[in-house]
C-alpha cells in the first residue's frame, strides 16, 4: 500500500509541475501568433480594374472643373473607338481639330479600326478640359515620331510621356490602377495580370480618366456598349463619313448611348 501511495504522490507532482508552465506556453503561444499574423494576413490588397467599364474609382477629386484625359497611341483599336465616343459627347463643349484615320489591322476584327485623332480640343466654357496624349506611333513599339523604343521598355517610354504631359494626379493614377493594379473581365480579377500587361506585353493600354470635384471615373480599354467590331463591321463608314454624320446628327445609336452614358458622367463628378 506505501509503494502504492507513493506512486500516486509523484505522478501529482509531476503533474503541478507542468501545469505550472501552462501560461508560459501560452504566453509564447501568444507572441508568435501576434509576430507571424501580420505576415499571414496583411497581404495587400491592389485596386482592380475592370476591363470595358466605365468604373468609379474615387470619390474624391482632384480638379475643381471637369478635366478629361485620353491616353492611347496613333493607331490603337481600342483608342480609335474611344475617340468617337468622346467626340460625340464633347464636341458641344467647344471645338475639336481632329484627322481621321485608321488602327492598325485589328486580328480579333479582322479588319483596321477608323477613328480619329484628338489633336486638340478648344472648351467653350471653363468648367471643362480635356487633353489626349498620345504615348506611341503607329504601333506600341514607336515614339510618335516613328523611333523605335527598345524592346522591354514600352511602359516606362510611355510613362515618362505621361509624366511629362499630365498633371502628378494623372500619372500617380496610372501607377496605381494601370501598372500596379490588377485587371478584371467580368467582374473577376486575374490574380497576378495588371492592365499594363494583360495582353502579354508590357505596355500602356488606353485609358480615358474624368475627374471633377465629386470623383473620379476610369475607362480601360474601349466601352462595352460600343466595340471595335461593332464600329468596323457594322457601321461600315470611312471616318471622314461618321465624323460628317455625327455633326450633322446621325449617329449609331450604340454611340449615341455610350456617350450619353459619358455626358452623364461628367455631370456627377461636376
Same mark, same amino acid.
Given at each position: 500500500?506505501?509503494?502504492?501511495?507513493?506512486?500516486?504522490?509523484?505522478?501529482?507532482?509531476?503533474?503541478?509541475s507542468f501545469l505550472a508552465y501552462i501560461p508560459f506556453i501560452v504566453l509564447v503561444a501568444v507572441i508568435i501568433a501576434f509576430v507571424t499574423l501580420p505576415y499571414i494576413s496583411?497581404?495587400?490588397s491592389l485596386?482592380?480594374?475592370?476591363?470595358?467599364?466605365?468604373?468609379?474609382?474615387?470619390?474624391?477629386?482632384f480638379t475643381n472643373n471637369v478635366q478629361i484625359y485620353f491616353i492611347t497611341w496613333y493607331k490603337s483599336p481600342d483608342g480609335a473607338t474611344d475617340s468617337w465616343v468622346i467626340y460625340t459627347a464633347l464636341h458641344h463643349y467647344g471645338v475639336f481639330n481632329v484627322t481621321p484615320t485608321y488602327s492598325i489591322y485589328d486580328q480579333f476584327v479582322g479588319n483596321a479600326t477608323p477613328g480619329l485623332i484628338l489633336n486638340s480640343f478648344t472648351p467653350n466654357t471653363s468648367s471643362i478640359y480635356f487633353k489626349a496624349i498620345y504615348v506611341y506611333g503607329d504601333n506600341y513599339n514607336e515614339t510618335i515620331n516613328g523611333t523605335v523604343i527598345p524592346q522591354g521598355e514600352y511602359l516606362n517610354y510611355a510613362l515618362a510621356v505621361i509624366k511629362a504631359q499630365a498633371p502628378s494626379w494623372v500619372y500617380n493614377m496610372i501607377l496605381k490602377y494601370i501598372v500596379n493594379g490588377v485587371v478584371a473581365y467580368g467582374k473577376e480579377a486575374v490574380e497576378g495580370i495588371s #492592365?499594363? +500587361?494583360? *495582353?502579354g506585353v508590357t505596355r500602356m493600354p488606353t485609358v480615358l480618366i474624368i475627374s471633377g470635384p465629386?470623383?473620379?471615373?476610369?475607362?480601360?480599354?474601349?466601352?462595352e456598349q460600343f466595340t471595335p467590331t461593332y464600329l468596323t463591321l457594322a457601321v461600315k463608314e470611312t471616318p471622314t463619313q461618321l465624323l460628317e454624320n455625327?455633326?450633322?446628327?446621325?449617329?449609331?445609336? #450604340?454611340? +449615341?448611348? *455610350?456617350?450619353?452614358?459619358?455626358l452623364q458622367i461628367i455631370n456627377m463628378v461636376s
Open positions: 500500500m506505501a509503494n502504492k501511495r507513493g506512486k500516486r504522490t509523484g505522478e501529482k507532482k509531476e503533474s503541478t496583411s497581404k495587400p485596386p482592380v480594374v475592370e476591363m470595358n467599364q466605365f468604373e468609379k474609382i474615387s470619390n474624391h477629386g #492592365p499594363a +500587361n494583360y *495582353t465629386k470623383g473620379v471615373w476610369l475607362l480601360l480599354g474601349y466601352p455625327i455633326d450633322e446628327g446621325k449617329i449609331p445609336e #450604340p454611340l +449615341n448611348a *455610350t456617350a450619353s452614358t459619358l
